[in-house]
């Protein structure tokens, strides 16, 4: 009999960034990629769209909807005109993953990823206390590969970048 | 999962801080946290900062707020790596940096000009003057440590993408003024300029340093002129305990040389000068023919003497040189400071190519001479070898070495592709590496000697010696050394010879101790030699280290000349423990051993062990003194002994005591035996050489009951002719007489051993020694105090023998010592039984020997070259066949034959003339003892033809040892000249070998004496054994002799 191969490829959309993921099945093991396509301005969601997706999801599949009533209530302390949920903006820059198995038991298997995300918290610190301090934006950054294409995408925040420091 | 082996991760959060603008910045990578952070006053006023922070601290402070404004920064930023830590001022036109590092702190303010002061503060008046002065930044820079931590701050002070090079002279100093000049028209001093000298825009820097004493210096960045281009011009001063020193440093380029940069140095002070000149070239400048010249410099100075130093590198087709020098001129004379040679790999065709341009063909088969570097046995090759990037190859270097006294800075480090590979330089070292095409690195052959530190070009001079490469000679022998001294590691050496056999000389691993193999390969990975050993190729290994950390020697290795002459010895010192094993032999008769083991702090752990064996069998050494009162004895005996009868029982118990040759030889047998026992499966030849060396030594044997033969006829001629007393004239008597006189004479030693045992409780010395003499055998076995052996050795020994030998010689000397007769078993044979078993003994010899010479030629004529230990096996052949030589010399050394034959002659013709002897039945012992030396004297001419016959077979077999050689050299030639090395096919090697066994020794004989190679199960196993392990068959006519029925039972010897 002739050897199966078969591979899945698949476009979707995640915090508002284009996706692209692949899987793909060899004789013996697999293979599984998942990289951004081309982007178009990713302007990212906020975390009020993000609760609200997954309400939407949760009553399409369970027909009823998911209970966010304690992050609403955390947040009620704090509420103002506007929704801070709506004030917390989330952008992936990057999200890469790689895993290949070739199905050998002694052979190692490869798994690669680097993920950066973007978070704009502007007006998320209470007004009293924003007079001493403000956090206005965080980045956070994890990865394990080397590949050049992947981290220059990633575009990780550089100490010189930042700082009139000294390159380290 | 394979993925990078740690995680990265970075975190940046913007936000405010009271309002200004903050930032922090954390960073894990490669296993190291950086964290930097940074807030921007943005202008705000420090009333209003504070204001925020407390209403009431406002109020407070409000009087004095106004003159502290200038203390707020306009921005503060602190970074944080691998404990170095920087803070970061920026103070109106003001930068100031702070960084420390453990106890070392280094600041740097700088301070941007203005013409107009904004402020009335003290130091915007002195940015105003200075500005007016044309200074268009001024820096002030401290440093408390060794070095500034300036490069780095610099970036920021000095703004995105300036450097800070300072001029090496200042890095010394502590306090640091540095201002950068701009004369435009619009200063003072530039408005002066233009009157004075018409120079529009000049710009220099100008630095001032104050430590222990004052140094003034200028940059003075050139114009491009159209002839000459130079880079930067250093003009400096200083002042220094008395001592006024003027120098100057620049670089130029000349249009005429392109890709030539020369750099200039010049100092002159009161004590002396000096001047260098260093061309450094990126492209080798053609010279002539195949010459070209690279980087160059050269020194001349004048301080306690006259100075010259110079370095150069040259290029001549394949090879390239590196020579420096340094010498120095007083009115002592002339010494040298410096001495360093490195050069690529050279062989004899290389080099003539290089000279002429040209190969030469065939001239590959007169490389006899090969100067290589030292090549590095780490496993790791360069990956990615495309890329040549210095840093790449610095970055590799530096992971796969394990000693850092080897690690490369990449600022010091020059790397040039070169043929097919890429040549480094080690700039602060001065040491020359040649990195292959393979992604293998080496150090190249070089010679470093320097007696003073230096600086000579770009090159760093350290005091200390190194000297590495390898010489391979007739692509035999290769020798490999490395020599370091320096103050920092101490003394490195090490030296390998690499085993090889010229046939009159062998050099190679010892083969001594508990661990076989080159324990160099135990040594740790952080060890510097560990990094050049190579674990497939064994030799003579040398190797010290004396630092101040570690002191250790370690010598291993094994000399054997012309086959005979045998010094091994391994000394291991590490961690004071002394091991010491040292073997010496000459022949296969005589070796000692020595053996140590202690504690060299305390050597009452100790155990030290000697131990000398001089096997005698076989030769005939005379004790000079012992023989000497044997002769005397024997003397007094003579006249003790009145009757013939009783010297005859004398005589025939000296012949006798050749028994136990016999004895001897059965030893031989048995270490034949063990020898076969030790041989490993694809040593399938050993068992069929040792079995020709046991076959031989079975001979030998025969020889021996031949010898005794011969002599026991004459001695019962001599014994018949006693008997007949008075019947018998006086002559033949007189003439027997003296026949048996040899034989009462018959002397020779078996053996000398002397053993020491040497520890803190004991203290003592054996000695032995074994001979025949007066039909006896002497073994004394005596043990000797240490006080009498250190006071006179020689006296202690020959005393005590004497002591014991003194009982045997006053019996003699009274007639009562008795000899050990018949102590040993033996057979009896007829004459005619020695005759046939000696001539079947010669046909033995014959077919040990052709096969001998037919199994290694089939070997050489498969594998191209001889089994590795065919020498040996000749040898040893060669010394039992030797052995039967012996003993058959020792039956013509048993009586005084051609006296007896007189004697004999005498008494036939008495016989002859008296009438009545046909019918005196008294005579017919003496008739019949006659008839039977006469056929011993037919045996007598075999075993005299014998001992020819083996003489031409040891001649045989040395004939065949040269031709084995002639044929490994012509083969070795041809594989040179095909530039392969033909593997032999073994399977095939081993099935001639046996058919030729067979041929040699058909399965059909059966002898008792003689051993039969064909027959014995050991061999067929061993057979086996190789050809299963190479998964091969034995031919048809091999299973054929195996199962073919033989007559006869055989009795395995083996």
Redesign the interface.
């Known amino acids: 009999m002739e050897n199966l191969n078969a591979a899945i490829g698949l476009d979707f959309s995640l915090i508002g960034t284009k996706l692209h993921a692949l899987y793909k099945k060899e004789t013996k093991g697999y293979k599984i990629l998942l990289i951004p396509s081309i982007q178009e301005e990713c302007e990212g969601i906020t975390v009020g769209d993000l609760i609200n997706d997954i309400k939407k999801l949760s009553k399409g599949v369970t027909g009823t909807e998911a209970d966010t009533s304690e992050i609403d209530n955390a947040l009620s302390s704090v509420k103002q005109e506007e929704s801070p949920l709506d004030k917390i903006k989330i952008v992936l820059n990057m999200a890469y993953l790689y895993i290949a198995d070739d199905g050998e038991e002694k052979s ?6 680097a993920f950066n995300l973007n978070i704009t918290t502007e007006g998320l ?1 209470p007004k009293e206390i ?17 590949r050049k294409q992947i981290l220059d995408k990633m575009t ?2 550089k ?1 010189e970048d ?7 | 999962m394979k993925g990078k082996n740690y995680i990265s991760c970075n975190l940046t959060v913007e936000g405010t801080v009271l309002s200004m603008p903050a930032q922090l910045f954390l960073e894990m990578e490669h296993q190291q946290i950086c964290l930097a952070g940074s807030v921007t006053t943005d202008n705000i006023q420090l009333k209003k900062l504070v204001g925020k922070i407390s209403k009431e601290a406002e109020k407070l402070l409000a009087p004095c707020m106004d003159k502290l404004e200038f203390l707020l920064p306009e921005k503060v930023s602190f970074y944080y790596k691998t404990n170095q830590c920087v803070l970061c001022f920026c103070l109106g036109e003001k930068k100031v940096a702070l960084s420390w590092q453990g106890k070392e702190v280094s600041l740097l303010c700088g301070i941007q000009t203005a013409a107009k002061p904004k402020k009335n503060g003290i130091d915007d008046y002195i940015s105003m003057i200075a500005g007016e002065l044309g200074v268009k930044e001024l820096f002030f820079a401290f440093q408390s440590g060794k070095t500034y931590g300036l490069s780095k701050m610099a970036e920021y002070v000095l703004g995105e993408g300036k450097k800070w090079e300072l001029p090496s002279p200042l890095l010394s100093y502590k306090l640091l003024f540095y201002g950068a000049f701009s004369f435009s028209q619009d200063t003072v001093i530039g408005k002066a300029l233009d009157a004075l000298f018409k120079i529009k825009n000049v710009q220099l820097d100008l630095f001032v340093a104050v430590d222990n004493g004052v140094m003034g210096m200028v940059r003075i960045p050139m114009r491009a002129g159209d002839a000459v281009k130079a880079k930067e011009l250093y003009i400096g001063l200083e002042i220094k305990q008395e001592k006024v020193r003027f120098m100057l440093r620049g670089s130029f380029e000349i249009s005429l040389l392109q890709g030539v940069e020369f750099q200039v140095g010049c100092e002159l002070s009161n004590q002396g000068f000096f001047i260098e000149a260093f061309a450094k070239m990126s492209q080798p400048k053609h010279l002539f023919h195949t010459f070209s010249i690279g980087d160059t410099c050269l020194s001349i100075g004048y301080s306690n003497g006259l100075s010259f130093q110079m370095f150069s590198n040259l290029y001549m087709g394949k090879i390239k040189m590196f020579g420096a020098l340094g010498i120095t001129v007083v009115l002592e004379g002339m010494t040298i400071d410096l001495l360093s040679a490195a050069v690529t790999d050279v062989t004899l065709p290389v080099f003539v190519e290089s000279v002429l341009g040209k190969p030469i063909s065939g001239l590959e088969e007169f490389d006899f001479i090969q100067l290589l570097g030292l090549p590095f046995q780490h496993k790791d090759t360069l990956p990615n070898s495309s890329n040549l990037d210095k840093e790449h190859i610095v970055s590799w270097f530096n992971n796969a070495i394990t000693e850092k006294s080897f690690a490369l800075d990449a600022a010091k480090v020059q790397t040039e592709p070169f043929l097919d590979g890429v040549i480094i330089v080690d700039k602060k070292r001065m040491r020359h590496y040649f990195l292959n095409k393979q992604g293998k690195v080496q150090l190249q052959a070089q010679f470093y000697y320097a007696v003073k530190d230096m600086s000579l070009g770009d090159y760093t001079i350290t005091k200390g010696i190194f000297l590495c490469g390898t010489i391979r000679l007739f692509q035999k022998i290769e020798i490999q050394a490395l020599f370091s001294l320096s103050e920092e590691a101490g003394v490195i050496a090490y030296a390998c010879v690499r085993n090889f056999d010229l046939g009159f000389l062998k050099i190679s691993a010892s083969g001594l101790g508990a661990g076989k193999d080159n324990p160099l390969k135990q040594l740790p990975a952080t060890s510097v030699v560990r990094q050049f050993v190579n674990d497939n190729e064994k030799g003579a290994v040398f190797f010290l280290r004396a630092g101040k950390s570690e002191t250790s020697f370690y010598f291993d290795g094994k000399l054997v000349l012309l086959g005979l002459f045998e010094m091994a010895a391994r000394i291991l010192y590490t961690k004071g423990l002394i091991a010491v094993d040292v073997r010496f032999a000459l022949g296969s008769s005589i070796w000692a051993v020595l053996q140590l083991k202690a504690n060299y702090q305390s050597f009452s752990s100790g155990q030290f062990s000697f131990r000398l064996v001089i096997d005698c069998t076989g030769l005939e050494k005379n004790l000079r003194q012992v023989q000497k009162k044997i002769d005397d004895a024997i003397n007094q005996l003579r006249d003790k002994i009145n009757s013939a009868k009783r010297k005859l029982t004398e005589a025939q118990r000296h012949v006798d005591e050749l028994y136990g040759e016999i004895n001897s030889l059965d030893r031989k047998i048995e270490n034949c035996k063990n020898d076969i026992r030790k041989a490993k499966w694809y040593q399938f030849w050993i068992p069929i050489a040792k079995g020709a060396e046991i076959a031989a030594y079975e001979v030998a044997k025969v020889g021996i009951y031949a010898a005794i033969g011969v002599a026991k006829a004459a001695l019962e001629v001599a014994k018949q002719v006693v008997a007949l007393g008075g019947k018998i004239g006086e002559g033949v008597l007189k003439a027997v007489n003296a026949a048996i006189d040899v034989t009462l004479n018959l002397f020779f030693v078996r053996y000398i051993s002397l053993e020491a045992n040497l520890s803190s409780t004991t203290k003592n010395f054996k000695a032995e020694i074994e001979f025949v003499a007066l039909g006896k055998t002497y073994h004394y076995k005596t043990e000797i105090g240490h006080t009498a052996l250190a006071k006179d050795p020689a006296a202690a020994l020959g005393d005590n023998m004497s002591k014991t030998m003194e009982g045997d010689l006053k019996n003699i000397e009274n007639g009562s010592f008795k000899s050990n007769r018949r102590r040993y078993q033996h057979q009896e044979y007829t004459i005619a039984q020695h005759k046939e078993r000696l001539e079947a003994g010669m046909q033995q010899l014959d077919a040990c020997t052709r096969m001998m010479c037919k199994m290694q030629k089939a070997y050489v004529k498969e594998c191209k070259t001889p089994m590795a230990e065919y020498q040996e096996m000749n040898v040893a052949y060669q010394q039992a066949v030797n052995q039967v030589a012996g003993v058959l010399e020792v039956a013509d050394r048993t009586t005084d034959f051609e006296t007896m034959n007189q004697a004999v002659s005498m008494l036939e013709q008495e016989m002859q003339e008296k009438k009545d002897v046909v019918r005196d039945t008294s005579y017919m012992p003496v008739k019949e003892a006659v008839t039977d030396y006469k056929e011993a004297l037919d045996l007598l001419k075999m075993i005299q033809e014998g001992m020819e016959h083996t003489e031409q077979q040891a001649a045989e077999m040395e004939k065949h040892s040269k031709q084995i050689e002639k044929q490994e050299a012509n083969y070795r030639k041809e594989c040179v000249k095909q530039g392969v090395m033909p593997e032999g096919d073994m399977v095939k090697v081993i099935n001639n070998t046996e058919e030729i066994m067979y041929q040699e020794f058909p399965v059909t004989r059966n002898r008792k004496e003689f051993i039969n190679l064909s027959r014995e199960k050991l061999i067929h196993q061993y057979l086996d054994h190789a050809r299963d392990e190479l998964q091969g068959e034995p031919t048809e006519n091999i299973k054929k002799m195996r199962t073919r029925a033989v007559k006869g039972k055989y009795e395995n010897r083996l």
Do not use: C, R, S
Not at chain 1, 108 to 113: G, L, S
Not at chain 1, 130 to 146: L, R
Not at chain 1, 162 to 168: D, G, I, R, S, T
């Open positions: 190692e298997k490869i798994m690669e990823f610190i924003q007079g001493i301090v403000d956090v206005q934006h965080i980045g956070i950054a994890v990865w394990n590969t080397n990780i925040a100490i930042y700082l009139e420091l000294p390159a380290k």
